[in-house]
């Protein structure tokens, strides 16, 4: 983390702070909002709980969305020593062995997290949305809640798709299943509409850990499921009507962008390999029912081609939206108001975005500058770059661990990268990348390829492999 300019210890400072620190106080001014069936769905093991959500009927097919999110500036004012190691990293840092939180946990994981049965000061996105997935009425406001339920992404998914009974925290809360249901389904009727609008499902599977004990024993794919989607597509809503509001309010603000992929020619040609032939400039339409397509004819291959395809998009960076001006928008959710609010414990832009929303809600001036906040995109987009350095490295020192007895074993493998850097390539089990040092010429992103295991540097994370007959 030193290496990449990320602190990973709290500065005397910000502890000092830290021990000063006691709840946020209560608001009567607040709208109370404490008695709806609010609920947060997160990873098994997540205590920095960032958004909950709730519906609300409504006539013909319609419901009432609300999405609550931790008051973390209440806190942590801006311009505090708290505020200053967050905006030194930008982000929570997550990897196999530990995960370096963007604020200490007390206040991530206790006071600025939405936890069960705790009363908490919050924003929340109100919206309408169609049983068509039509977006309206959305506000923005500030109120007080109460998580009536912490649930697991996993349990809640197997549930949903009747795999398996509902988990005990749902059948204790009187209401909570034909509340997750009436969610699921406006999450699907999100999902039709953005997928129908040009935005990609992709399936992107990402390492976990398990331990045995103290022991690394393997990296497994923590994959999608239908939980994660009905999270996903409240946050997307969710952080549209945040980028909308402050557009309306005149306010300048940080956005979420990805540019048009400049490697689409890649695209065009894995999906000519597979049978389709894509326009010739970027079409985000076009590519997502061509996804869609794949996702339904062959399940099993889906994950590697979401992987190319990842990769030949690009990365997404943040910028500063001047009101009035065009936005650069989101290719890969096709949506041109973006912007980051619905995760501030744990990551900076959604804390920035918050005060100006607060400071707007209030009638006060913006707490930032254009050039301040240009400048905190540019520094955020490096910021979470070095992270996923971090996070990448890491993981790969865990992999070349579990691999380092397997020397010359062979695996299916796909390219992840093809530049005058270097190829590298990904294996399923465990689930690692490495770099392919023999036999790479003329492979590109998204090509199947059989590789050999020729050496690991645990400390370096390095994996290396040959091209296999």
């Known amino acids: 983390m030193l290496d990449h300019g990320l602190e990973p210890d709290m500065p005397a400072a910000a502890v000092a702070q830290l021990n000063g620190i006691g709840a946020a106080a209560a608001d009567a001014a607040l709208r109370d909002l404490s008695d709806l069936l609010w609920c947060s769905i997160d990873n098994d093991d997540s205590r920095d709980l960032d958004q909950l959500s709730v519906a609300v009927p409504r006539a013909a097919g319609t419901a009432r969305i609300l999405i609550a999110v931790a008051d973390v500036d209440a806190l942590v004012p801006a311009g505090s020593p708290l505020d200053a190691h967050a905006g ?35 924003l929340v996105i109100d919206m309408t949305v169609t049983a068509g997935g039509e977006v309206s009425n959305e506000q923005v406001y500030r109120a007080t809640v109460v998580n009536k339920a912490k649930l697991a992404y996993d349990s809640v998914a197997a549930w949903l798709d009747a795999r398996a009974q509902a988990p005990a925290t749902v059948s204790a809360v009187a209401g909570m299943a034909e509340q997750l249901r009436l969610q699921d389904r406006v999450a699907q009727a999100l999902k039709r509409v953005r997928q129908a609008a040009g935005a990609l499902g992709l399936t992107t599977l990402e390492s976990q850990a398990v331990y045995e004990g103290a022991a690394l024993i393997d990296l497994r794919p923590d994959e999608d499921n239908r939980a994660k989607e009905l999270i996903e597509y409240f946050m997307i809503a969710a952080n549209g009507a945040v980028a909308r509001f402050l557009e309306a309010q005149r306010s300048a603000s940080l956005r979420r962008v990805l540019r048009v992929p400049e490697r689409w020619d890649r695209i065009v040609e894995l999906a000519r390999q597979l049978g389709t032939q894509l326009p010739a400039t970027p079409d985000g339409g076009a590519l997502s029912a061509f996804l869609v397509a794949r996702q339904r004819i062959a399940p099993q291959s889906f994950p590697d081609l979401s992987l190319a395809v990842v990769k030949l998009l690009g990365r997404g960076e943040y910028a500063l939206k001047r009101p009035g001006e065009p936005a650069e928008g989101h290719f890969g959710l096709a949506v041109d108001d973006y912007t980051h609010a619905t995760a501030p414990n744990r990551r900076y832009p959604d804390l920035v975005t918050q005060r100006l929303v607060k400071a707007a809600l209030a009638g006060r001036p913006a707490p930032y500058s254009e050039a301040e906040l240009r400048e905190l995109a540019r520094h955020c987009t490096e910021q979470e770059a070095n992270a996923d350095r971090v996070e990448r490295q890491v993981r790969k020192s865990a992999a070349a661990q579990l691999l380092a007895p397997r020397i010359g074993a062979q695996f299916a493998a796909v390219v992840t990268g093809a530049s005058d850097k270097g190829t590298w390539v990904r294996i399923a089990q465990p689930l690692a990348e490495g770099r392919l040092v023999q036999g790479f010429a003329g492979l590109d992103v998204g090509d199947a390829v059989q590789v050999r295991l020729t050496r690991t540097d645990i400390e370096r994370g390095y994996i290396d492999f040959a091209r296999a007959p």
Do not use: C, H, K
């Open 88 to 122: 030194v990293n930008t982000t929570s840092v997550y990897t196999a062995p530990a995960v370096f939180p963007m604020l200490p946990e007390r206040l991530s994981t206790d006071l600025t997290s939405l936890a069960a049965g705790q009363r908490r000061v919050s």
